[in-house]
């Protein structure tokens, strides 16, 4: 949205030609939205052609769109600062949507609050300080369900379902947990207003490798327990492994969006976002 007329120049100040434009994408190809627009008809959640940022006068997203349907597991990778916390906050009202429409079910949702969005039924887990460290798992848990009270006993017990662990130690205090285990009582906090759509930001991130798996694992689970899930994640691979479709997010665009399956396997999408690590499986 920015309104930039200045003349493009490449990085020793001369002028691009067209053949050049044309040819400077810096990886991101010139999306066709017909598909997206067609597919999310009936999608439980849109995002479509979002313009956001924490500044008046600079974009971080800059067209960004995104849908899930019922029940699917969606997954956002991306370099650092491509945007991906950026989309889901805004889809969660903390930063601000310019341009572009975001709906639940068909209805707009653009720039709802949190004490709009929860009852709606969207939960949301920050990338950081999703815990109150001072609180017992307990206590986080009754956080979850500040809206609806009466229905703790019964959310409790779905949720201690999935985190049976959080059952065991609800008296301890969530500051002295495992970083694992804070990303399980953060979830199980989102879940306690059985949200229909879940929120993620990168709950694999800053864990041990086993507590990495465990992470994925559960959240497959809270995807087969039918809640449909957006997920962030820095550790792409594993992402897109599980989820049902994936979005490469990049300068705050859709960059390539597909299968999870063709995603991990396109050659494109390994190059550019999945890295060495990538290339020698
Ligand atoms: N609170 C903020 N105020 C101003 N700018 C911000 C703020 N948060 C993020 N940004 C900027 O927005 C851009 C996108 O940040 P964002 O956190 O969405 O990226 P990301 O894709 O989630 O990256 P990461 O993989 O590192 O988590 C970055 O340039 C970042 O510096
Ligand atoms: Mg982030």
Request: with cysteine.
């Given at each position: 949205?920015?309104?930039?007329?200045?003349?493009?120049?490449?990085?020793?100040?001369?002028?691009?030609?067209?053949?050049?434009?044309?040819?400077?994408?810096?990886?991101?190809q010139?999306?066709?939205?017909?598909?997206?627009?067609?597919?999310?008809k009936?999608?439980?959640?849109?995002?479509?052609?979002?313009?956001?940022?924490?500044?008046?006068?600079?974009?971080?997203?800059?067209?960004?769109?995104?849908?899930?349907?019922?029940?699917?597991?969606?997954?956002?990778?991306?370099?650092?600062?491509?945007?991906?916390?950026?989309?889901?906050?805004?889809?969660?009202?903390?930063?601000?949507?310019?341009?572009?429409?975001?709906?639940?079910?068909?209805?707009?949702?653009?720039?709802?609050?949190?004490?709009?969005?929860?009852?709606?039924?969207?939960?949301?887990?920050?990338?950081t300080?999703?815990?109150?460290?001072q609180?017992?798992?307990?206590?986080?848990?009754?956080?979850?369900?500040?809206?609806?009270?009466?229905?703790?006993?019964?959310?409790?017990?779905?949720?201690?379902?999935?985190?049976?662990?959080?059952?065991?130690?609800?008296?301890?205090?969530?500051?002295?947990?495992?970083?694992?285990?804070?990303?399980?009582?953060?979830?199980?906090?989102?879940?306690?207003?059985?949200?229909?759509?879940?929120?993620?930001?990168?709950?694999?991130?800053?864990?041990?490798?086993?507590?990495?798996?465990?992470?994925?694992?559960?959240?497959?689970?809270?995807?087969?327990?039918?809640?449909t899930?957006?997920?962030?994640?820095?550790?792409?691979?594993r992402?897109?492994?599980?989820?049902?479709?994936g979005?490469?997010?990049?300068q705050?665009?859709n960059?390539?969006?597909?299968?999870?399956?063709?995603?991990?396997n396109?050659?494109k999408?390994?190059?550019?976002?999945?890295?060495?690590?990538?290339?020698?499986?």
């Amino acid at each position: 949205m920015t309104d930039d007329k200045s003349t493009p120049v490449d990085d020793t100040g001369e002028e691009l030609t067209q053949a050049e434009l044309e040819d400077d994408t810096a990886g991101i190809q010139q999306i066709d939205r017909s598909e997206h627009v067609e597919q999310s008809k009936d999608a439980l959640v849109v995002v479509d052609e979002i313009y956001a940022g924490y500044s008046p006068e600079v974009d971080i997203l800059h067209g960004a769109d995104l849908y899930a349907k019922e029940g699917e597991l969606i997954g956002i990778i991306g370099p650092n600062g491509a945007g991906k916390s950026t989309l889901l906050k805004s889809m969660f009202g903390m930063v601000r949507v310019r341009q572009g429409a975001i709906r639940l079910r068909g209805e707009q949702i653009t720039n709802l609050k949190a004490h709009s969005l929860v009852p709606r039924g969207v939960g949301y887990v920050p990338q950081t300080n999703n815990v109150f460290g001072q609180l017992t798992i307990e206590e986080n848990l009754e956080m979850g369900t500040y809206l609806k009270p009466k229905k703790f006993a019964e959310r409790f017990g779905f949720v201690t379902d999935l985190f049976p662990v959080l059952a065991k130690q609800r008296k301890q205090r969530a500051g002295s947990l495992s970083g694992g285990e804070r990303q399980m009582v953060a979830m199980a906090r989102a879940l306690m207003m059985n949200p229909s759509v879940l929120l993620l930001d990168e709950p694999s991130a800053g864990l041990s490798p086993m507590m990495q798996d465990e992470v994925f694992y559960q959240t497959k689970q809270i995807n087969s327990a039918g809640v449909t899930v957006v997920m962030v994640e820095q550790n792409a691979r594993r992402c897109l492994q599980i989820c049902d479709r994936g979005y490469v997010l990049d300068q705050g665009r859709n960059a390539y969006t597909a299968s999870g399956a063709d995603l991990v396997n396109d050659p494109k999408v390994i190059e550019l976002y999945l890295g060495t690590l990538a290339k020698a499986r």
